[in-house]
């Protein structure tokens, strides 16, 4: 297993990497770098966490945007078929260009689903829930239970229909679901008070231990709220700079409020007395994987500057192809070469 | 260790107080039993112990409860939940982590102990409950009994000195309920826990106990102490105690051992015995209702039922043993076509369900699921009567018997304008037969209908399977309760492993197992007696010649 934080670092790359290009020669081999990715690290013995492959994605997808765009737009110089222009919305020229842009809008938004694929299938819901930052740890255990809670209740219903079932009801109109659904709220109510019983009784959430640490930390409390409100401050006036074309002083606020906002939070976390069981080891497998990733997205962002744009219209052309960029789309491969063979 | 100074407390909108003017004191290192009815404030007991009474309920709380030198109701429940390890009925309901021993360090966790400790502690608490080979395990992969100890041994990591238990034996087999007392013990004498349980059956738990603590139904004063000064004060007891105590045997024994000693003393081994003339209930073997014949059922891999075959006659009792997963449940729900066999066949009434609607099956073979409040939704009592009725497209007028009389049958029908989900355990049980038994089926299937009861309403269960037997209805009974199926039953069959091992007439059946003895049958093995009326029966016939 990997260290979470490397497979956050590797998926950040990714996105970015797919959501600046339209090349369909890039966004095809990253693609394919994330499904081999996927494919290696899948363990064998256990079936399929996704509960959608990316492959069948792509087959849904790829063609109805493609359909949608060439419905919709008009744009393009290859016309393969007009449409009665008094048909409301659809009416016109269906271009190639246009067919081609939807598809490539299709093949980006595989793109995005191969790489969730890669990190749901990497990392255990709970162990992102892990990297909820601790001063929300609250929310972090609250997103935990909901994961126990869907399967449960999924249990319930089923236990609820048959009963239902047994004394004769069928289902036929709307209103009866009702008999299904009032026991599993009121179940659930139960269940979730229950819980939170279990969870208090279990010290979760337990206020400060004594009267002096609970004094200094409401003085910390209030402090990082103060400069998380300042940080907040400046992303805003940032972005208005920004929008103003100041560009390096807006960038400037923005990265400096992020990093107060970061900072607050992990004052705040600080403060939240927590410790965890689960030891997650930063090795040379984390360093390489994102490395990897590192490398994938500058090389992309800086050799692909010329290539990575690409546009059908008005006329469809070949893509442009850049070697180094393109080699660089590589990194992403690192998990499927480190990941594998020797897993613990 | 734990002390009570005149504690009432009172639930929000209640008119009543749950616990009214408790006075009582737990020493050090004890196993202490609450006992006492449904609603009689065990629960709100043991939660006065770490703060979840007044701090979750609400509520008014006067008197002064003491913790160890602490007081639960200024601590709080996170306060105390280094001081008292909590542990619930339903272990399932209480797990927040997927893992065995991610949910033991949770705990820890909120604590922030150290990384190392954490480690230790949680090895620690693995190993005092035998769950170390357990500890990579995903928790919906466990057991019952299994997971009931994960609940306990995440309530010890934080090494509390009172472990509190509310009813955790009550979805357990009589084996894993077991093993999870012998743990109890362990903890009890080698690290020296105060245990505090609240248990309706006390069969097995009275041996070990040395406090109890009896909540009465009316406002008599609560009894605390050891378990022989307040025992002859509560009224229902396992029937060992019964038994004893109808015999005058005094002290009250509380093992069978003690209990032995009586009777070398009062009963000699000349002493001649008569067996008690069971009732051979002459069973019509032309009236099958259900019949399955070489059923087998699979889910994916693995086979739930091999090749069961039974028939259930109008008129009697089939008692249906067997530990958890044993394929019990599953047996139930194909008989009334819930589930389809991959080989076999099915007959109600002679003909088979294959083809038939589970809905019209089961308009002749009623079905009572294990948690009734799965099945109660309506607004009023006499209304999920209704319900059922409509279901199945019966007027009202042609309901082969009337709602009304239906309830007054079940002893609800002063309850017919209630919300269901506000009546008692065993209240709404019978609200569930009720809205299962409005069509008059020939036959009724059970699935642990004592789950949770305590032992009135368990006699008023049993009062009504009786007059629906000698009404003529056929009933199959899933339980774990022995004692119940030397009360009731007529038949007995054993299932392990998804196929029927034993069957016969209970005293054979019933004394062939250990684990399945009555307590009646266990004190006096040579005799063929598995209940408390079968043994004074016997002994009042024996004691008749020699006075």
């Known amino acids: ?344 | 260790m734990i002390d009570f100074a005149r504690v009432t407390y009172t639930y929000p909108d209640a008119t009543r107080p749950a616990l009214r003017d408790v006075t009582l004191s737990i020493p050090d290192g004890a196993f202490a039993l609450v006992m006492g009815s449904s609603g009689a404030g065990k629960s709100t007991l043991l939660r006065c112990l770490n703060g979840l009474v007044p701090h979750f309920s609400g509520g008014t709380l006067t008197g002064r409860v003491t913790v160890d030198g602490l007081d639960p109701v200024a601590e709080g429940p996170q306060g105390m939940s280094r001081t008292v390890g909590f542990v619930f009925q339903d272990p399932e309901a209480q797990f927040v982590m997927d893992r065995v021993e991610d949910e033991i360090a949770f705990a820890l966790e909120n604590a922030a102990i150290p990384p190392e400790e954490m480690r230790a502690r949680t090895t620690d608490a693995l190993e005092q409950l035998g769950l170390t080979p357990l500890r990579q395990r995903k928790l919906e992969t466990l057991s019952g009994g299994e997971k009931q100890r994960v609940a306990i041994a995440s309530a010890l990591a934080l090494r509390p000195r009172i472990l509190a238990l509310d009813e955790p034996t009550s979805q357990l087999d009589p084996q894993s309920a077991a093993e999870l007392l012998d743990a109890l013990v362990r903890l009890n004498t080698t690290l020296g826990l105060t245990i505090v349980l609240a248990e309706h059956r006390l069969e097995r738990i009275l041996p070990f106990v040395d406090q109890v603590i009896y909540l009465p139904d009316d406002d008599a004063p609560v009894l605390a102490g050891p378990p022989r000064d307040v025992l002859p004060h509560v009224p229902l007891l396992p029937p060992l105690q019964t038994l004893a105590r109808t015999l005058n045997w005094s002290p009250l024994p509380l093992t069978l051992e003690e209990a032995r000693h009586f009777m070398s003393t009062d009963l000699t081994d000349e002493t001649d015995f008569l067996n008690p003339l069971k009732s051979v209930r002459s069973v019509d073997k032309n009236t099958a209702i259900v019949e399955a014949r070489n059923l087998e059922v699979t889910y994916g891999p693995t086979a739930a039922l091999r090749g069961v075959n039974l028939t259930l006659y109008h008129g009697e009792i089939i008692a249906l043993l067997g530990r958890n997963g044993a394929g019990k449940t599953t047996l139930l729900k194909s008989l009334v076509g819930l589930l389809r066999p991959s080989r076999g066949d099915v007959l109600v009434e002679g003909r088979s369900i294959a083809r038939m609607d589970v809905a019209d099956v089961c308009q002749r073979v009623g079905y009572l699921p294990q948690d009734p409040n799965a099945l109660l939704f309506a607004d009023t009592v006499l209304d999920e009567l209704h319900i059922t009725l409509r279901n199945h497209g019966i007027p009202p007028a042609d309901a082969p018997i009337a709602p009304e009389t239906l309830l007054e049958c079940l002893g609800l029908a002063d309850k017919a304008q209630q919300y269901p989900r506000d009546l008692s355990v065993g209240e709404r049980q019978r609200v569930a037969l009720g809205a299962i038994m409005v069509t008059q089926p020939g036959a009724l299937l059970l699935d642990e209908p004592t789950r949770g009861l305590d032992y009135r309403a368990k006699a008023q269960l049993l009062e009504l399977l009786r007059a629906w037997r000698a009404e003529g209805l056929a009933i199959l009974l899933v339980t774990h309760d022995v004692e119940l199926v030397a009360e009731a039953a007529d038949r007995v069959m054993v299932m392990e492993q998804g196929e029927i091992v034993a069957q016969g007439n209970p005293a054979d059946v019933l004394r062939a197992a250990p684990t399945f003895m009555p307590q009646i049958a266990r004190l006096f093995p040579e005799q063929d007696w598995l209940t408390v009326a079968d043994a004074r029966y016997g002994l009042s016939c024996a004691s008749t010649p020699s006075s």
């Open chain 1, 1 to 344: 297993m990997l260290h979470a934080v490397a497979w956050f670092v590797w998926l950040v790359a990714a996105l970015i990497v797919v959501s600046t290009t339209r090349n369909p020669l890039y966004l095809t081999l990253a693609l394919a770098a994330f499904l081999t990715t996927a494919r290696a690290i899948r363990q064998p013995n256990e079936p399929s966490a996704a509960p959608l492959a990316p492959g069948r994605f792509a087959l849904y997808v790829i063609p109805l945007a493609a359909l949608i765009n060439a419905l919709l737009s008009r744009v393009g110089e290859t016309v393969l078929l007009a449409i009665p222009a008094a048909w409301p919305l659809i009416g016109g020229p269906i271009t190639a260009e246009a067919l081609v842009y939807g598809a490539l809008n299709g093949l980006l938004l595989t793109a995005l689903f191969a790489a969730f694929t890669v990190l749901n299938l990497a990392v255990p819901v709970r162990d992102l829930i892990r990297f909820i930052p601790r001063a929300f740890y609250p929310v972090a255990v609250v997103a935990s239970i909901a994961v126990t809670f869907a399967p449960t209740t999924l249990r319930q219903m089923q236990q609820i229909r048959e009963a239902q079932a047994i004394r004769g009801h069928r289902m036929r109109r709307l209103r009866d679901w009702l008999p299904l659904f009032m026991p599993l709220l009121t179940g659930g109510l139960e269940r979730a008070l229950q819980l939170a019983e279990a969870m208090a009784s279990h010290g979760f959430a337990s206020e400060t231990a004594t009267a002096h640490t609970g004094r200094a930390q409401a003085a910390c409390h209030e402090r990082s709220r103060m400069v998380s409100i300042l940080g907040l401050l400046g992303i805003l006036s940032g972005g208005l700079l920004t929008a103003w074309r100041q560009t390096f002083w807006g960038m400037a606020l923005i990265v400096t409020g992020g990093a107060a906002i970061w900072g607050a939070l992990w004052l705040t976390g600080r403060s939240v007395p927590h410790t965890t069981y689960r030891r997650a080891p930063w090795g040379y497998r984390e360093w390489l994987v994102t490395g990897g990733a590192l490398v994938a997205v500058a090389g992309f962002l800086f050799l692909g500057q010329a290539t990575r744009t690409y546009n059908p219209y008005p006329a469809l052309t070949w893509p442009a192809f850049d070697t180094f960029t393109g080699t660089a789309l590589l990194g992403f491969l690192l998990p499927a070469l480190v990941v594998g063979g020797h897993d613990d």
